[in-house]
């Protein structure tokens, strides 16, 4: 069974960082690709990092570009957000997300819809 445990949300102060980790276990690690997403309520999933495992390369949303960096440990199966720099309007839950044949996160890469798995989802709240 495929599952994804987060953890890592926390409440911190605006400017501070914290770090998200993503258990991955239940599928071949390597073989998938990782992405997080945020989403408010009554708002729209919103794609925030995308890694890709054929070329390396990221992509971020514009509201997060410059402080937050996603990151992968194969040997851990274990999926990371680090986030730096964090502002009120940060606040939401978070999640993160695994995806397969969709190579890059350009386009289709960097949208909900090409991913598989999700994770359960963990509480960040930035105070001002």
């Known amino acids: 069974e495929v599952q994804l445990v987060e953890s890592g949300g926390d409440l911190v102060q605006a400017g501070g960082s914290l770090r998200l980790s993503c258990a991955a276990s239940g599928f071949t690690f390597d073989e998938y690709a990782p992405g997080w997403f945020r989403q408010a309520p009554g708002k729209e999933r919103e794609p925030i990092a995308c890694?890709?495992?054929?070329?390396?390369?990221?992509h971020y949303a514009d509201s997060v570009e410059g402080r937050f960096t996603i990151s992968r440990d194969s040997a851990k199966n274990t999926v990371y957000l680090q986030m730096n720099s964090l502002k009120p309007e940060d606040t939401t839950v978070y999640y993160c997300?695994?995806?397969?044949?969709?190579?890059?996160?350009?386009?289709?890469?960097?949208?909900?819809?090409?991913?598989?798995?999700w994770g359960q989802g963990t509480q960040v709240t930035v105070s001002s």
């Open positions: 997300a695994i995806r397969k044949w969709t190579f890059y996160c350009s386009g289709y890469g960097f949208h909900d819809k090409a991913y598989q798995r």
């Open positions: 890694l890709s495992i054929t070329d390396g390369s990221t």
